[in-house]
């Protein structure tokens, strides 16, 4: 079971300009000679006085097949003992890993905002976050595919948050899931939508395939590539509540050392509303396909 962990702090951020490092860096996390990792949440001063290192204990997804049960957590028992000690996963979180409809949530326990998100396991691309902020540090449990690995969601990102005061957050992380899924939902859906087409004008001229069920398995599989992304859809609208929430939650938590300074929450809030709106118009086309469909079936039969 393959572990690595990655740690980046504001004094790093800060000396590249506030961007991430164009090519992010994991390293193996041994065995408990690096329980320091997991435990020691050393503030970082040598940039300024609210200086906090971010940490990710990430792993690559368990291979399953589909309709098997879902796969058990990928920590060894005693890291696991560990990082739920420390806060980075809670019980819900082990709920909602093993679920295969996916979800998220913004949630606060003993000072601290836990974030938690997992993208539907469906067969198609993957991501989990645990993330737990307090007032020390941010850290949190990452398990994806390549399509979220930290290099395509991080690599060169410009961090927005430079607020002297406040601790940072790392909720860029779980926003730049949500960009990355909207996207790959739409272009999913427009694939979709275009072989509907295609087999549209073909049963309009009355080129029907009957042999072995051709066209009967054909709209069988728009339906459930239908439902499927159904589900991706409405897993994006939970997770874009979530991240307003959270943003409002990490606001309140320490409102005294804002100081009226909110624009980088207004402008998160901006652009997690954005992304709902280009969700909630991929939505509308997901709701006229079911319908186009059955027209199909009735041509067909």
Known sequence: MALRKFTISDSELGHNNWRFPTQIKLRPLRNLDDEDFLVNHKIDRSYDDSTVRFKLLVADPPITRRNSNSPPLPLPDDVREIVKKEGWILDEYEHLWSRDGGGSASLTSH???IFILQTPRDGGSFSSL???????QCGGFYCADENYSLNALLADVKY?????????????LPFN???????ETLRQVQILSRDITTT???????????EENGDYKLLNRFNIEQLRLQRRSNFETELGRNLQKYLDEYHKMWPNLWEGDT???????????????????????????PRRIKNQSKAVG
């Open 160 to 172: 927005e948050n430079k607020h002297r005061k406040v601790p940072k957050d790392f909720a860029i």
């Open 111 to 113: 000072n601290t905002l």
């Open 200 to 210: 549209e004008l073909r049963l309009s001229d009355g080129d029907i395939s009957l």
């Open 177 to 183: 899931i949500l960009v990355q899924h909207v996207d």
């Open 130 to 136: 645990s993330l737990a902020r307090n007032v020390l």
């Open 263 to 289: 624009s980088y929450i207004d402008d998160m809030q901006e652009k997690v509303e954005q992304q709902m709106r280009y969700s909630e118009q991929v939505r509308v086309d997901l709701e006229i396909i």
